[in-house]
């Protein structure tokens, strides 16, 4: 008997086997991951979750550092502290980025144009070009986005003739990005296709507009005909008061009796909030 116990102690511990190794933490924009660094190469980072042997990998990129379990700090690059935003009226807290590597681990969502034209041959052209950039953060905030990244940017100041003159204009375009994705897993749980809502505000920025506009709802019928998930991205197909619309909506929020979906028509960009009928 007491040579049967250190035998089976033996056998447990080669069944059972103990990871007394702690955990490292990659740190990305888009939140925290705890496993076990396997290899870090010049643009990828392999690792594997607790308790599991399958190795995944993250682009390096989108890494801010690596804080071992041996206590050891790897540093790759800063990450921008963004604001989770609210809604479309909290378009001040979208950030400005004027280099791509500031966008490195966020997800691109769209292209948006925006433009801004003085009222007078005597207007600053320095308020003009900020009423351009406020109305592409507005632009992206509808969108979904808390990031910004200005590609191109046209600036023409005051001309003043004897025959007339011209006052000062801006014209921005700009790539949004957002730093988290609405699960799609639990949204295909709560949502279905063919579900019936009602369409109960709708707010937008359009080409010629200086500030988010409300616009009038009357409660039209609004069906889900498709779901449809890209890169990360929920968007449906609707049918909106027995017009079956070829737009994309994508979702930025949800609840069981509600979504939030935002879509654009050319340079406009809209939000509407549907409940379920």
């Not at 001040?92 to 966008?103: C, I, N, Q």
């Not at 498709?226 to 027995?242: D, P, V």
Request: proline content about 2%.
């Amino acid at each position: 008997m007491k040579i049967l116990v250190p035998i089976l102690l033996i056998v447990l511990l080669n069944v059972c086997p103990v990871n007394s190794q702690v955990a490292d933490t990659i740190i990305t924009m888009r939140g925290n991951i705890i496993g076990y660094v396997k290899e870090v190469t010049p643009d990828l980072i392999a690792y594997t979750n607790p308790h599991e042997t399958v190795i995944y990998k993250i682009e390096k990129a989108a890494v801010a550092k690596i804080s071992f379990g041996s206590g050891r700090v790897e540093k790759y690059a800063d990450l921008k502290s963004l604001s989770n935003l609210q809604g479309a009226f909290e378009w001040p807290k979208v950030d400005v980025a004027t280099t791509d590597y500031e966008t490195r681990g966020l997800y691109k969502i769209d292209f948006v144009s925006t433009k801004a034209t003085g009222t007078t041959v005597y207007s600053s052209v320095t308020r003009v070009q900020d009423r351009a950039i406020n109305k592409l953060k507005m632009a992206s905030a509808l969108l979904g986005g808390n990031l910004v990244y200005i590609k191109s940017e046209s600036l023409e100041g005051n001309i003043r003739s004897s025959q007339g003159g011209r006052a000062s204009r801006t014209q921005i375009l700009g790539t949004v990005f957002c730093s988290e994705l609405v699960d799609s897993t639990k949204f295909k749980e709560t949502i279905i296709a063919g579900n019936q809502y009602s369409l109960a505000s709708k707010i937008g920025l359009r080409n010629n507009d200086s500030d988010i506009n409300t616009f009038k709802s009357h409660g039209q019928p609004v069906n889900v005909n498709s779901i449809q998930i890209e890169k990360g991205f929920i968007y449906l197909g609707l049918t909106i008061n027995r017009n079956k619309s070829n737009i994309r909506y994508r979702v930025l929020s949800f609840t069981d009796q509600q979504i939030l979906v935002a879509y654009k028509e050319g340079t406009a960009y809209y939000n509407i909030l549907l409940i379920e009928r």
